[in-house]
């Protein structure tokens, strides 16, 4: 018998474990930068909802004031009970307002307002913050330069710190009063443990099936390579070739399918073709779990884009869309108007009646601007503010769109057969795109909000004669 440097029978055993350990690497690094962009992103879009509400309850130049002053005011001890509310009710580590001083070992952040849980109200009143409270050595200069970087950005910034306090995700958005002057920042602490723990568990179920596939391939190819070389086995191999190089960036789940030939020769190379089978059906099963797992994640993302409560678009959703709106206005394509509709009496709803009546009352009057601009893409930015695009039908019709959001709006504000919170109230401008002198989409909404706050005076204006 002619004795082989590389015999088949170990050659097949070194390629067939060399192969699944370099699927096992190839397919968990790919998993975990897939699977960790994911998870981060969706703490991106968490975070930044949760900074969009929050600034909202916001007054900006009463905050200057108060951390000018060192004096706290109304607004402040409102937007306390505000993050205080939101430590409670969301599932994030800490909301606060700093502004970032310098990267020095001591003293290089102020604190001007901080939620705080009822937990710590009761167990931790001495540690709780205060206006313009120093920090003393709290933040390292390496977590002191992370902030100080975000907030000279002048955008919302990202980044991930581990403190004391543990492992966070760290959102910063700066605040900047009516001048256009930064005055804070305003952050989101989300811990990302969990994001670690999620990431080692996914990577370590992975690395186990593929191990666990490879082991069994492994030991059928070795029992397979003891026999002798047969016209079943080269078919055998052949088709697994083949398989080897069709999978390459295959996404097709049913295409990552071994077309094992029909062997009936009653020993082990059957039995292995028919675990090869086996093992393909197997593959094809994980392979359709993760392309669920991904279709599961893209529903997630579009609910990110939803408001809860009532199903129209949200702030996230509109700066998507103010994108493509720029694009026509720089290309000066289809024309377009802008409506800014802003809720009128709704913290008295909430205040008198409940937040649930104020949720009705947001409800109802939702239903109006839909309505009303039944045509055009109605986006929730705020607590009380909506937008609605007029495009195509409705822009032509714009003035009468308009005119039926008002007159549906005065209408039902007096009509004094409805509840407190069905009587709907709100002011809407209008703004039309300008292709000749109007930069930026920005500039059309702050037209539209100026128009809209006219209408607002007219409202209170009428009410009070």
């Known amino acids: 018998m002619k004795q082989y440097k590389k015999p088949l029978k170990r050659s097949v055993l070194i390629g067939t ?44 130049d009463d905050l200057a004031a108060c951390i000018r002053s060192g004096q706290t005011s109304e607004k402040y001890d409102a937007l306390q009970k505000l993050l205080d509310s939101m430590r409670d009710r969301l599932d994030i580590h800490f909301i606060y307002v700093i502004e970032p001083l310098n990267t020095e070992p001591v003293d290089n952040m102020k604190n001007i307002i901080a939620g705080a849980s009822q937990f710590e109200y009761a167990n931790q009143a001495d540690e709780l913050v205060y206006l313009n409270m120093l920090t003393g050595d709290s933040y390292s200069p390496e977590t002191a330069e992370k902030y100080l970087n975000a907030y000279n950005s002048g955008k919302l910034s990202f980044f991930e710190e581990i403190s004391q306090w543990g492992d966070d995700y760290t959102g910063l958005l700066p605040l900047y009063d009516s001048e256009g002057n930064k005055i804070a920042a305003l952050c989101v602490d989300v811990d990302v443990a969990s994001i670690h723990g999620k990431l080692l568990q996914n990577v370590t179920t992975m690395i186990l099936t593929i191990a666990l596939l490879g082991a069994g ?58 675990a090869v089978r086996k093992m393909s059906e197997a593959m094809q099963g994980y392979v359709k779990s993760i392309l669920y797992t991904e279709s599961e994640l893209s529903r997630m993302a579009v609910l990110a ?14 700066d998507a869309y103010a994108i493509e709106l720029q694009a026509k206005l720089r290309s000066h394509g289809q024309p377009f108007a802008i409506a800014m509709i802003d809720l009128n009496s709704l913290k008295k709803i909430n205040d008198a009646y409940g937040h649930e009546k104020g949720d009705i009352y947001i409800q109802q009057c939702c239903a109006i601007i839909c309505h009303a601009f039944s045509h055009s893409p109605v986006f929730r930015i705020g607590g009380d503010e909506f937008v609605a695009v007029m495009l195509g039908a409705d822009y032509e019709d714009r003035s009468s769109r308009l005119q039926d ?61």
């Open 17 to 60: 474990i060399s192969f699944v350990i370099l699927l096992c690497i190839l397919l968990s690094t790919v998993q975990y930068i897939r699977y960790r962009a994911i998870l981060y992103d969706r703490y991106e879009v968490y975070i930044e909802n949760i900074l969009n509400y929050a600034a909202g309850g916001i007054d900006t």
């Open 217 to 274: 391939f492994v030991l059928l190819f070795y029992r397979w390579a003891a026999r002798n070389v047969t016209s079943p086995l080269e078919q055998l191999e052949s088709c697994v070739a083949d398989f080897a190089s069709s999978c390459q960036n295959q996404k097709d789940p049913d295409a990552l399918n071994i077309q094992v030939p029909s062997i009936h020769t009653n020993n082990e190379v059957e039995s292995l073709a028919v």
């Open 405 to 465: 959001a008002r007159s549906e709006f005065d209408r039902r504000s007096q009509d004094k057969t409805l509840e407190p919170w069905e009587r709907c109230s709100a002011a809407v401008g209008i703004a039309e795109c300008r292709e000749a002198t109007d930069e930026s989409v920005e500039a059309i909404l702050k037209r539209a909000d100026s128009d809209m706050y006219t209408e607002k005076n007219r409202i209170k204006q009428r009410l009070s004669v």
């Open 305 to 318: 884009n939803k408001d809860s409560l009532t199903e129209v678009r949200n702030k996230n959703a509109y």
